[in-house]
């Protein structure tokens, strides 16, 4: 049994029930018209507790799964708090905002809505129709409604809820599998908003303002800028994960008009915003007031967030306000961080290719490197990522198999508690940790062990290529054959011989190894999961089954496929930074 | 689609809104989408959601709109497209 955390309340409810009396600070969130609401945390408590009654009036008990897509942020945190209100599990999925692919959410949809037994789903007016086809399709017929329908003012849920109860089921992708829940706990929220908020960001309530853009149905934007900050009573304003896509800058411009002190986001966005925002667009920001930039949630590339600095030092950005960090789903969010005003700090590793530092431990919580056997290795020894303590979730809702998988303990250690075996490799130095990849990912080739996004960050660099839209794995060219090294990419400029030759030449001069085959590959079409990463598992079972999309070599008249300029670029391959 | 009146003489024509989404869309992705016409459906772009998003708001910006985020659920060619950029237009 882990100790109480000491500085935050035992659960998410007791949190917002202490907050009820600031009627001053709280949410506030920005609609993609740009107008803001603010819910006090006094709005926020009361709203709450009316929604809770709601879902125990229409028959959700305690430990009922609520499945939820709701794309507004402002509804969808007061619908969520609601369900913990009345000790009901909540499960976010995310909203449908492609435009293709319908038939896959609607997939989705029943998936989650199975795979967690959920008795209901919420949803919005306007979402209604893209989800209930969805809904159709799963045999227990999950009620369907829509928030509009939980009007007035029906009483409290009253039901009492402990550090024990299970809080809400977060569904992830992950880059490999199908959607699984990751079990989280209201003590695991407790110790997690004590470790990253307290320990790790040392946040001030009469100072501190968090921004986010990230999305409500992933772990960083609600565990990081929801549950953490009403666990340490920091306001926060939300906008819309599309209107930062299709305008970085208002990420920016919502800091420099709220004084926003933390940020996050995941390695992209801060290359979009160094790749997109003019000049003109940086005059005009003031954002020294940030003290915090954290970055997680995908492999985090130093350049991106050089760049970043270089863009926005005329706004009065603080380099020394990155904050990388490692963390992931089953352990409620964060594991690592970077200590506070560090900044970026990067390692070579044993090809010589930089690595960011992700930072160390929080109190109370233990993280290991292990080999294939389970035994601990040494500083700088490259293995499998394992960590405990109480943010560790207890597993996979009705996974025992997956579980048990992913929760055991390691080798040499007597007591035999379990830590989650992240899939992840790294190594330490002292008490830093590196990340280097998937372990599931890993290229062997002649008995040797090759790191894909090394490869992909190299490959990456040629023009031509989508940067970011590469995937390096090993497949067998033939059945029962050797694994060989083969690399898929997005093309954009469209000479699929050039591209080629330019690959073998960077793998070759970087890695000394020999590409068996590359495959260009037209724009957006590898697979991805949710937040945009390409998938390795997908594409290389794909290439397996020879369902690849590639661009023809040959000129094509119609354009899509193709460039039928046919001119060749200068393309090289630039060294390892 | 709708005859200017004098208020928007800056407003451009549909073949503009094709035009600028052609060439926001080749800011974009890098790569050439003159062959994009109003019947190409737009999920055979292969531009990803992601990327779209960017077309959108470089759209948004230059035409000084905001569309509503609903209104881009279940848009399924280019003229769909357009037609919403037109309706915000007038509104």
């Known amino acids: 049994m882990h100790s109480r955390p000491k500085h935050v309340a035992p659960t998410l409810v007791d949190a917002v029930r202490a907050l009820a009396d600031d009627r001053v600070r ?61 000790g009901v599990v909540p499960v976010p999925i995310y909203p449908q905002l492609t435009f293709k692919n319908i038939e896959a959410y609607h997939d989705t949809v029943a998936h989650i809505a199975r795979a967690s037994g959920a008795s209901m789903l919420l949803t919005s007016a306007s979402t209604k129709q893209y989800v209930e086809p969805g809904v159709a399709r799963v045999e227990s017929r999950p009620g ?21 109860d299970l809080a809400f089921l977060q569904f992830t992708s992950g880059s490999t599998s199908r959607p699984k829940g990751v079990m989280v706990s209201q003590g695991n929220l407790a110790a997690n908003a004590e470790a990253f908020m307290i320990h790790g960001l040392d946040r001030d309530p009469a100072v501190d303002k968090g921004v986010s853009w990230l999305p409500l149905f992933h772990d960083m934007g609600l565990i990081g800028f929801v549950v953490g900050p009403l666990f340490t009573s920091v306001p926060c304003v939300f906008l819309p994960t599309a209107s930062f896509v ?18 996050y986001a995941p390695n992209f966005a801060y290359a979009l915003v160094a790749k997109r925002l003019k000049d003109k667009e940086v005059e005009g920001l003031d954002l020294s ?23 926005l030092a005329p706004a009065g950005f603080d380099p020394r306000s990155f904050l990388p960090s490692y963390g992931m789903a089953e352990a409620t969010l964060a594991i690592t961080f970077m200590p506070l005003r560090e900044g970026l700090t990067t390692d070579r590793n044993h090809i010589g290719q930089e690595l960011v530092d992700c930072g160390r431990v ?63 490799l790294g190594y330490m130095v002292g008490d830093r940790l590196f990340v280097c990849g998937r372990l599931k990912d890993i290229i062997i080739i002649r008995g040797r062990n090759y790191y894909p996004s090394d490869i992909e960050w190299a490959v990456s660099e040629i023009p031509g290529i989508r940067r970011g839209n590469v995937v390096a794995f090993g497949a067998p060219l033939e059945a029962d054959g050797e694994e060989q090294l083969v690399i898929c990419c997005e093309g954009t400029s469209g000479d699929a011989s050039a591209i080629k030759d330019a690959t073998i030449a960077c793998v070759a001069s970087q890695f000394g190894l020999t590409v068996q085959d590359v495959v260009v590959a037209p724009l957006a079409s590898l697979p991805r999961t949710s937040s945009g990463k390409p998938q390795r598992r997908k594409t290389r079972q794909m290439y397996v089954e020879g369902t690849l999309p590639r661009v023809r070599h040959e000129p094509v008249s119609s354009g899509i496929e193709s460039d039928s300029q046919g001119e060749r670029n200068a393309i090289q391959c630039s060294p390892p930074r | 689609m709708q005859p200017a009146t004098m208020n928007d003489v800056a407003r451009p024509t549909r073949d503009g809104l094709l035009a600028m989404f052609r060439s926001a869309a080749t800011e974009v992705v890098e790569k050439d989408f003159q062959h994009v016409q109003e019947a190409t459906v737009i999920s055979e772009l292969a531009i990803d959601s992601l990327g779209m998003l ?33 309706k915000r237009m007038a509104s």
Not at chain 1, 43 to 57: I, S
Not at chain 1, 144 to 164: I, Q, R
Not at chain 1, 289 to 311: S, V
Not at chain 2, 64 to 74: H, N, V
């Open chain 1, 26 to 86: 709280g949410f506030t969130f920005v609609r993609s018209d740009g107008t803001e609401r603010l819910y006090s945390f006094h709005d926020m408590a009361v709203e709450a507790e009316r929604r809770a009654g709601h879902l125990a009036a229409r028959g959700l008990k305690k430990g009922d799964r609520l499945a939820m897509v709701l794309p507004e942020g402002d509804e969808f945190v007061l619908s969520f708090l609601g369900a913990l209100f009345a």
């Open chain 1, 144 to 164: 369907l409604v829509t928030v509009d329908e939980l009007a007035g003012d029906v009483g409290k849920a009253g039901v009492t809820v402990s550090p024990e």
């Open chain 1, 246 to 263: 299709r305008a970085p800058r208002a990420w920016l411009d919502k800091i420099h008009e709220h004084r926003g002190t933390i940020t």
């Open chain 1, 289 to 311: 007031c940030l003290r915090i930039a954290g970055c997680g949630a995908e492999p985090i590339q130093a350049r991106a967030l050089r760049d970043f600095a270089t863009r």
């Open chain 1, 362 to 424: 929080f109190p109370e919580h233990e993280i290991a490197i292990v080999d294939e056997e389970g035994r601990r290795l040494g500083e700088r020894q490259i293995g499998q990522i394992v960590t405990r303590g109480p943010s560790v979730t207890k597993g996979y809702f009705n996974e025992p198999e997956l579980t048990a998988e992913t929760y055991k303990p390691i080798a040499d250690e007597a007591d035999g508690a379990p830590w989650l075996h992240t899939g992840d």
């Open chain 2, 54 to 86: 960017e077309i959108i708001g470089s759209m948004e910006r230059q035409l000084r709109i905001q569309i509503p985020d609903e209104s881009l659920t279940g848009l399924h060619t280019i003229r769909d497209l357009l037609d919403v950029v037109e």
